[in-house]
């Protein structure tokens, strides 16, 4: 059990009290403590002193440890906000089936009475339990995803109603998970259900369904960026060839120092273009370590750069020059 348990517990009864948190107020306060590990998401909410916090965590987290990491970010709160933390409610959803949540919830009791020397590490440990929970059924009582076109999200609008301006921010976030091609079909299912649930006046089943919703977008928003980076890459790497090719078409080795070898290396150069490798690396090798010397008279350097290029090449090289 971490040693870091006594000192996070014994010190949390007499804080000064602050302002409300934010949600990105709670989020980076958390963050900044290092408490989980840097690739966790955290979603927050925060509702009359009461934070409720979600992420994904692997299964093969133990309970025990979920317990220690829902006692570490109370004190982390009630150090940073004071009396405005009365309890915490931390839901970890599985990250490999997505299927499954593990709940904890620390209240002011459970710290204050460890603190008060009351209770042993052991029995603050045996208060706290880890709840067991399916994810996605959402309170709508269906779970059934909505096949939506990206232009029904993108037109789509709110209910009147119960927390209006949040339900508009979060379909904003679909709307631009939709926008670059992420996987907002089951999101936006949920969000029509929780809209539905606003219709017919049912208010107190809607924070579960939208803590849910929120917590998704976070993990499929992520992953669209990290779509949208690798897409970026992809093209940079296509026009960098289309530029190789642009050179091998324009390009031919220039009289001088080495030019045997050097034409050597340009023909292997072109044999690779034309089994579709991509050979910009060797071009800018070639004008860098060669070229450049070459016009500058420096015979040294470019023996150099051609011993090199014919070393990645697999050429045989040779003693003339």
């Not at 020397?117 to 929970?133: F, G, P, V, Y």
């Not at 669209?224 to 390009?251: C, K």
């Not at 370590?289 to 015979?299: A, I, M, Q």
């Amino acid at each position: 059990m971490r040693t870091l348990l006594v000192a996070a517990t014994c010190c949390i009864t007499s804080l000064p009290a602050w302002a409300a948190p934010t949600p990105t107020q709670i989020t980076e306060a958390i963050t900044s403590a290092k408490i989980l590990p840097a690739s966790v998401a955290l979603n927050a909410r925060y509702s009359l002193g009461e934070v409720s916090l979600y992420m994904y965590r692997s299964s093969k987290v133990s309970d025990n440890d979920l317990k220690i990491d829902s006692v570490l970010i109370t004190k982390t709160l009630r150090d940073k906000f004071g009396s405005d933390i009365k309890a915490v409610q931390l839901n970890f959803y599985d990250k490999e089936s997505k299927a499954q949540i593990r709940q904890c919830t620390v209240n002011q009791t459970h710290v204050n009475s460890f603190a008060a020397k009351q209770i042993s590490q052991d029995q603050l440990m045996d208060m706290l339990t880890i709840a067991r929970m399916s994810a996605g059924g959402g309170a709508g009582g269906g779970s059934s995803v909505i096949s939506a076109s990206k232009q029904a999200v993108l037109s789509a609008t709110v209910v009147p109603g119960f927390e209006q301006r949040k339900r508009e921010m979060t379909l904003l976030k679909i709307k631009d998970l939709a926008d670059k091609d992420g996987n907002y079909q089951e999101i936006f299912s949920m969000f029509k259900r929780m809209e539905a649930l606003v219709a017919a006046g049912q208010v107190n089943s809607i924070p579960p369904l939208y803590n849910d919703i929120e917590t998704k977008i976070l993990v499929e928003a992520s992953k669209a960026d990290e779509r949208g980076r690798a897409d970026l890459l992809a093209s940079q790497a296509r026009r960098t060839q289309a530029l190789a090719q642009t050179n091998i078409l324009s390009y031919s080795p220039p009289w001088g120092f080495g030019l045997w070898r050097r034409t050597a290396i340009w023909n292997a150069i072109k044999r690779l273009n034309e089994r579709g490798n991509d050979v910009s690396s060797y071009l800018v090798a070639l004008k860098d370590t060669v070229d450049k010397p070459l016009s500058r008279g420096d015979n040294e350097a470019v023996k150099a750069g051609v011993i090199r290029l014919e070393q990645s090449l697999g050429l045989p090289g040779g003693y003339t020059w």
